[in-house]
């Protein structure tokens, strides 16, 4: 079983982060952090922050890189939420406003709508 989350390089993914890591602590489970970035600096930076929740949290983590293409990650993300012992999903949002939504689309918005799993979303 395990809480999995996805992040993104914003204060929200980082929200996420540290949600992920109570919500496994929580349910006694893992803590999977998926689409860490590429970069190797920005990925040591989400390593460090995931490994602190996960510790703080006295929980086990487990990191998944993000996609190789640039893209997004989200059929990805959503390709391991599909998969068994899966118990949560979790994600960082911020508030848009209705036309935003309309002209933007939303990463965030396609995991809510299509998710296998119950979502937590949480805010930063």
């Known amino acids: 079983m395990s809480v999995l989350v996805f992040h993104k390089p914003t204060p929200e993914g980082a929200e ?3 949600a992920g890591a109570q919500q496994a602590a929580f ?3 893992t803590l999977v952090v998926h689409n860490l970035p590429h970069d190797a600096a920005e990925a040591e930076e989400v390593s460090a922050l995931a490994s602190g929740a996960a510790a703080g949290a006295g929980v086990e983590l487990i990191t998944v890189l993000g996609p190789d293409d ?3 990650g989200v059929d990805e993300f959503l390709a391991a939420a ?3 012992g899966v118990d949560l999903l979790v994600l960082g949002i911020r508030h848009r406003t209705p036309v935003g939504k309309l002209i933007l689309g939303s990463t965030e918005q396609q995991i809510l709508l299509d998710a296998p799993r119950p ?3 949480v805010k930063a």
Do not use: Y
């Open 16 to 18: 996420a982060v540290r």
């Open 70 to 72: 640039g893209g997004t």
């Open 82 to 84: 599909d998969e068994p």
């Open 119 to 121: 979502v937590l979303a």
């Open 27 to 29: 349910f006694g489970t």
